[in-house]
Structures are given as structure tokens and as C-alpha cells.
């Protein structure tokens, strides 16, 4: 099974998150985990489209997904899309931004319709919402409370050896590791077609 992490960081702190992920997937054995950062070197077209499962992660700027994301998006268009070649393959996103909130759901959900308009079938967060009672704290999982993909918010002060904090990176394994488990069972259980 070939798990793609397709993921752009102009700073390094959503590469720190997309590492996460990848940990999270390789926990599942059978997974062969690809990482690609956008920006470094070719995109590498045929492993994305030998790939059961493709994660997509970019920073949140101004509030949407990166330029350099985009422009892969539009790559794809010619690539991928034209000829469905990701249709019905397992897709999950993440982002990471420096304000708490930062509008980084448009992010999410920029890249869920991204994933739907190649026919990808997304998989979700899959976790209740940390630090939403008076319990909680920001060292739970899912401590930004989101259910369409991983969330992690790096402070703009600090390097990325800093910040992102743990819990956003094991939320983000989380969706490396449930993005694996699912792909499994996907691709296990078929007989044929795509
Ligand atoms: C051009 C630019 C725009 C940004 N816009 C936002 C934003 O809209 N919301 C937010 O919370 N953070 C914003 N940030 C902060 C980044 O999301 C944050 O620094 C993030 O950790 C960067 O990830 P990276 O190191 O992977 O590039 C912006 C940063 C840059 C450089």
C-alpha cells in the first residue's frame, strides 16, 4: 500500500506537521509512506498516481492555501485530472497556521474540494475535539477542534523545532495513522476497477 504526502512549508513548520503524518502512516504496517514538498525538485507524478491514498497538507496564507499549493493543484489539472487517474484513491488534508483560528478552515476545505473534484474519496479527522471543557487543555489531541482534517498552529516567533506544539503533531499522526488504516482496508477489500 503507497501512502503520497504531498505537502508545501515556505518556513518549515507544516514540513514538521507533514513528518507527523508520515510517522502516524508508517505505524500501519504494509504502508510505504512518500513524502513530497512542494517546491523541491519535480513533482513526482507517477508515485501520486501509483498511490492508494494521497494526503495533502499546506500552511494557511491569507487565509487560504499557499501559492506554491495552488500551483500544484493547477498542475494537476493537466496531469491527473484530465484523465481521473486519482479517481476513487483514499485523500485527507492538514494546515497550519499562526493565528489560533488564522481562517484556516477555508484551507481544509479548499483541499477536500480540491480532492473531490479528482474524484478522490476523502477520510475525515476522526476525532472529538480537545480542550473544549474545563478539563481540557492545549495539550489535547485535536486541541483546535476540527473534524474535516488536522489543524496546527505554529507561533509566528518561533522556529519549527518549537512549533508547532506535540499535540498538534500527534493529531496530525493521527491522521497519518487512520489515513492508513482506512487505505488498508480499501484496498484490501477490492477486486477490481480503480
Ligand atoms: C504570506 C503569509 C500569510 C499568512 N497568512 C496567515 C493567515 O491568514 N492566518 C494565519 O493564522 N497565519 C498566517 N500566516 C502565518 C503562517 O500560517 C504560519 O507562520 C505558518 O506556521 C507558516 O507555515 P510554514 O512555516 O510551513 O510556511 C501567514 C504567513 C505568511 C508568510
Not at 489531541?141 to 507561533?155: D, F, H, P, T, V
Amino acid at each position: 500500500m503507497l501512502i503520497s504526502i504531498v505537502y508545501h512549508s515556505g518556513y518549515g513548520h507544516t514540513a514538521r506537521q507533514a513528518e507527523a503524518v508520515a510517522e502516524g502512516a508508517r505505524r500501519v504496517a504494509g504502508a510505504d509512506v512518500k513524502l513530497t514538498s512542494i517546491g523541491d525538485g519535480e513533482i513526482p507524478w507517477d508515485t501520486l498516481e501509483a498511490s492508494d491514498a494521497i494526503i495533502f497538507g499546506s500552511p494557511t496564507y491569507n487565509g487560504l492555501i499557499s501559492a506554491k499549493f495552488k500551483e500544484f493543484m493547477e498542475a494537476s489539472t493537466k496531469t491527473a485530472w484530465f484523465e481521473q487517474k486519482w479517481l476513487n484513491k483514499i485523500a485527507a488534508g492538514f494546515t497550519n497556521s499562526g493565528a489560533q483560528h488564522g481562517d484556516k478552515l477555508n484551507s481544509l476545505v479548499s483541499i477536500a474540494l480540491f480532492a473531490a473534484q479528482h474524484g478522490m474519496t476523502w477520510v475525515n479527522l476522526g476525532l472529538m475535539p480537545g480542550n473544549s471543557s474545563s478539563t481540557g487543555s492545549v495539550n489535547d489531541l485535536n486541541r483546535i477542534g476540527s473534524w474535516l482534517g488536522a489543524m496546527a498552529q505554529s507561533n509566528n516567533d518561533q522556529a519549527p523545532d518549537v512549533t508547532p506544539i506535540k499535540s498538534d503533531l500527534d493529531t496530525a499522526a493521527h491522521l497519518g495513522q487512520r489515513v492508513a488504516e482506512i487505505t488498508q482496508r480499501f484496498v484490501s477489500g477490492s477486486t477490481q476497477g480503480k
